[in-house]
């Protein structure tokens, strides 16, 4: 497979730097560009395999770039945001952006969101089988054990599981998560957070400090296990 | 206007009260002396005129009493014309008796007509005074309203004041406590709220009950008048505090911005650094190099915001000395040049026009500010050009940084001195917008002027005034 090219859209150059330099040192072909209107035609020109936007840029601001993006294509678009009010990313998610990271940002966490979402977007690849400590969890199999006891989910636990392994690293809105498990008759969000608590408390080693099923407060969850 | 005018000219009541005793003592006079006056001239030719036109010739008092006093002059003319009839005119004369049955008839006719006359014109007459007095009132109402409506806006206490000397009051005036004791003091209310109180301070007779009542509606009118002047300023107080928090508001979040960007620049940089396992030297002094371009963005950006906070909370003091401005516009072009080395800049300062009354560091700042300003606006242009130039006008100096960049927008000369507006075509990360908020903070503070303008053919004049020194 060859290098996933990366489109980096800030208006501050010392950010695109630093962005471009640590992609490209992790195999990645970057090209950049400092306006709205500049990524927008970035995008239809060269087809990149993620976009990396920040919110804030002159011309064509960050979330009507959004927009103008999802109109054509459905790259993965990781945001980038000073603005760390909740609304901006809840907004960013429903103009169609996957995941959103809150500068300042370290590398690390960059690209460990670059990755899943490239990961998303490429065809799946192994059964998605996960561990951590005791638990060993397969989703095609449908089993989920922890030490040598097998661990029982309801039907709707499970759709719950099924849906946020799918996608390990990439953030699932509560909306889009309501989609996935319940369909068209969604309940609201309190009973996702009921759900989801009950299925930490199967599967996490401490539900208090869950390692699995990750909670972006007020936006929604992400698996937070790598597929083994 | 002629009533209040006429209670200018009788300063003592401004509402000329009707029937005063002086009147109602020439009624008396009129009714007395008038019918036997009457009598007097009548009685030679007494043998040739007829009764009748002999009791015409009485009802002339009696009208002319009771017109002039109402109805109680004009029956006492009555009684005394009744009896000078009988006794001047109906046979036997120098007596009151009666001749003949017709002549004590004719008595009894003149005397109840004349009573029925005069009882009749003074309820016309009263009528017709209450009528007058009725409009008298209204009318000055009404030219107290027009006063109040029409020359509010020089204010409150300047209508009050023309009213009072109208009213013949040496002043009038609001007052907060509520001395409600002196009958010239009226309470001024609007609905449940005391607003003041409107007294009325002269050497003035106790006020007529009509007085009274004009002074109580204009009192009332001024509540209100007053009532809506502090709702007003209420208003107003609410608008500069939503203003003032929204612009607060505004400058927090871009200064969290401006702050956080380079922040997050270097934090990315130097924890992908810690995230290789090989560190490539180039690579090193890659991010050595932009970690010190975004220090330098904060220090210079902490700075400004330093100035700003100072210019606003009105910590800035300027120093006020003779300033040499070649002196400074050396360095100051000389700093830009190094940033922006295609932008060619020109200087013109007239000889009279070289030296100004400021702050030395204040005004290196303010030059400094706007030629980075102009140098940001020409760097995509065609032509790079900024010209400074210097003139004196009077005891002026002017000093103006002209560009050919994109220009301003239409509204831009009133906002572009406001904190983080930055325009769009100059909008970059090195500008945070407040090299124009701080040079105007610095140049009023220096007793100065700055503005904006369109440079002639296209292109942005920034301009500020200084007073200039010999």
Redesign the interface.
């Known amino acids: 497979m060859s290098d996933p090219v990366v489109l980096v859209v800030d ?5 695109l ?3 471009e ?2 992609l490209t ?1 992790r195999d990645m072909v970057v090209r950049t560009a400092t306006d709205g209107r500049a990524a927008v035609g970035e995008v239809a020109d060269d087809e990149p395999d993620l976009v990396v936007l920040d919110l ?1 840029l ?2 064509m601001d960050g979330l009507t770039a959004c927009r103008e993006i999802r109109r054509s294509s459905r790259v993965p678009i990781l945001v980038l945001s ?2 760390d009010a909740e609304q901006d990313k809840v907004a960013a998610l429903d103009l169609g952006a996957d995941d959103y990271l809150s ?6 966490e ?2 460990a969101r670059v990755r899943a979402l490239l990961r998303r977007a490429a065809p799946p690849t192994g059964g998605g089988r996960f561990s951590l400590e005791g638990l060993r969890i397969d989703i095609d199999a449908r089993s989920v054990r922890r030490g040598s006891q097998t661990v029982h989910l309801t039907p709707t636990e499970w759709r719950l599981l099924e849906a946020l392994a799918a996608t390990p690293g990439v953030l699932r809105t509560h909306a889009s998560l309501l989609e996935s498990v319940w369909g068209v008759d969604a309940p609201d969000v309190e009973a996702l957070r009921v759900f989801v608590s009950q299925v930490r408390r199967k599967i996490e080693p401490d539900p208090r400090q869950p390692r699995v099923i990750g909670t972006d407060p007020g936006v929604g969850y992400r698996w937070l296990i790598e597929p083994a | 206007m002629s009533r209040v005018e006429r209670a200018t000219a009788m300063p003592s009541s401004f509402l000329r009260p009707h029937a005063s005793t002086w009147e109602l003592r020439i009624a008396y006079v009129v009714a007395i002396l008038g019918s036997l006056a009457i009598a007097a001239a009548l009685l030679p030719f007494r043998e040739g005129l007829s009764h009748t036109l002999v009791a015409f010739l009485f009802l002339v008092p009696v009208v002319a009493a009771s017109w002039l006093g109402g109805a109680v002059p004009g029956i006492a003319a009555a009684v005394v014309s009744s009896a000078a009839f009988n006794v001047g005119f109906l046979p036997p004369y120098g007596t009151f008796s009666f001749e003949r049955t017709e002549y004590l008839v004719a008595f009894l006719a003149f005397l109840t007509m004349s009573v029925v006359i005069s009882w009749l014109v003074g309820v016309a007459r009263d009528r017709a005074i209450a009528a007058e007095d009725r409009e008298a009132e209204v009318r000055l109402l009404f030219d107290l309203s027009h006063v109040l409506v029409t020359e509010r806006a020089e204010g409150v206490t300047a209508v009050l004041a023309r009213v009072a000397e109208r009213l013949g009051f040496v002043m009038a005036s609001v007052r907060d406590s509520a001395e409600e004791g002196s009958e010239m003091a009226f309470p001024l209310r609007v609905g449940d709220v005391l607003v003041g109180t409107l007294v009325f301070v002269g050497d003035h007779p106790p006020l007529s009950a009509a007085e009274t009542r004009v002074l109580r509606t204009f009192a009332d009118e001024v509540a209100l008048v007053l009532q809506q002047e502090r709702l007003e300023h209420d208003l107003r107080d609410a608008e500069l505090y939503r203003r003032t928090d929204s612009m607060r508001q505004t400058l927090l ?1 871009t200064a ?2 401006e702050l ?10 130097v ?2 650094l ?3 396992d090989e560190l490539d030297p180039t ?1 090193v002094r ?2 050595l190099e ?1 970690v010190r ?2 220090t330098g ?1 904060l220090e210079q950006l902490i700075v400004n915001l330093l100035d700003l906070s100072r210019i606003e909370s009105g910590a800035l003091v300027a120093r006020d000395e003779v300033v040499d401005l070649d002196d400074l516009l050396g360095p100051a072009i000389d700093g830009v040049r190094e940033r922006w080395p295609d932008v060619e800049i020109s200087v013109e300062l007239a000889d009279d026009a070289a030296r100004v009354r400021g702050d030395a560091v204040l005004i290196e700042r303010v030059l400094t500010n706007l030629l980075e300003n102009a140098a940001r606006a020409v760097r995509a242009s065609a032509n790079r050009g900024i010209r400074v130039h210097g003139t004196r006008a009077e005891g002026d100096v002017t000093i103006s940084v002209v560009d050919h960049g994109p220009g301003l927008q239409f509204g831009d000369q009133r906002v572009v001195f406001t904190p983080f507006y930055r325009l ?1 075509e100059r ?3 090195l500008g945070a917008g407040l090299g124009l908020a701080i040079s105007k903070g610095f140049v009023t503070a220096m007793g100065g002027e700055i503005w904006a303008t369109d440079t002639p053919g296209g292109g942005a004049t920034f301009g500020f005034r200084l007073q200039g020194a010999s």
Request: proline share 9%; hydrophobic share 40%.
């Open positions: 208006d501050d150059p010392q950010i730097r630093a962005v330099r640590a040192a804030n002159p011309h000073v603005r500068k300042p940002f370290g590398a690390a960059l690209l | 979040a969290s911005h956080k960007s380079p922040v997050a620049a270097i934090t990315a940089s924890t992908d810690l995230a290789r690579v890659d991010v932009d371009t975004s963005r769009e909008s970059t990360p």
